[in-house]
């Protein structure tokens, strides 16, 4: 195959999901398409590269000091959901009548893999909740192991500011990741979330 195909096929064999095969049929469709659009995907992936950042409060994406939910002062600044990554934030913004701000932690714990406390942004959680109005911190990690180590570790950290601390009660299936979880059962697993 020609040495520029080649190049591109490889390319997006980085990303998840993408086997050669699909990558060389992406490859040539990309080839097909006129310039204007291909190179439209070439930049949209250039600036989200540029301008994306972390959100200096929760570690939500952002291309701003501050992110838009942090920002948004309708919501309910008593509650702070807590989640692996900024993607589950759109799974949990799906359920409206949870208007809250978010702690994201860049991560679970995974002693194995040498993803310590230190390594995600905790700290930076104990901070928020002693220093603000936080009254609940609500936990959805995922309902899986590294979650469940993650949501108890972060109960042990918090228990000497005395807050209320909850974790989401997943009807999902253990082992599985929020990613996943239709807007009803997540709404039910809000709704029925217990303190631990
Ligand atoms: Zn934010």
């Known amino acids: 195959?020609?040495?520029?195909?080649?190049?591109?096929?490889n390319e997006l064999t980085r990303l998840p999901g993408i086997g050669r095969k699909t990558a060389q049929r992406l490859a040539f469709f990309i080839l097909s398409m006129p310039d204007a659009e291909a190179l439209s995907i070439a930049e949209a992936i250039h600036k989200v590269k540029e301008k994306a950042r972390f959100c200096s409060h929760c570690f939500n994406i952002t291309e701003n000091e501050v992110c838009e939910i942090c920002s948004d002062d309708s919501r309910d600044r008593s509650r702070l959901c807590v989640v692996e990554?900024?993607?589950?934030?759109?799974v949990i913004e799906r359920v409206?009548?949870?208007?809250?701000?978010?702690?994201?932690?860049?991560?679970?714990?995974?002693?194995i893999d040498g993803i310590?406390?230190?390594?995600?942004?905790?700290?930076?959680?104990?901070?928020?909740?002693?220093?603000?109005?936080?009254?609940?911190?609500?936990?959805?990690?995922?309902?899986?192991t590294k979650g469940?180590?993650?949501?108890q570790y972060i109960k042990e950290v918090l228990s000497p500011l005395g807050v209320k601390v909850t974790r989401i009660a997943y009807g999902l299936?253990?082992?599985?990741?929020i990613e996943f979880a239709d807007?009803?059962?997540?709404s039910k697993a809000l709704e029925g979330r217990r303190e631990i």
């Not at 469940?148 to 949501?151: D, H, S």
């Not at 299936?173 to 990741?177: C, F, T």
């Not at 807007?183 to 997540?186: I, S």
């Open 1 to 9: 195959m020609h040495g520029i195909i080649d190049n591109l096929v």
């Open 85 to 90: 990554e900024p993607s589950n934030i759109l």
């Open 96 to 111: 409206k009548s949870f208007h809250c701000l978010y702690h994201v932690l860049l991560g679970a714990l995974s002693p």
């Open 116 to 144: 310590t406390p230190d390594r995600l942004k905790i700290r930076e959680l104990v901070d928020r909740v002693r220093n603000n109005s936080v009254q609940e911190v609500v936990i959805a990690t995922n309902p899986n």
């Open 148 to 151: 469940e180590i993650t949501a």
């Open 173 to 177: 299936p253990m082992g599985s990741d």
């Open 183 to 186: 807007e009803v059962t997540l």
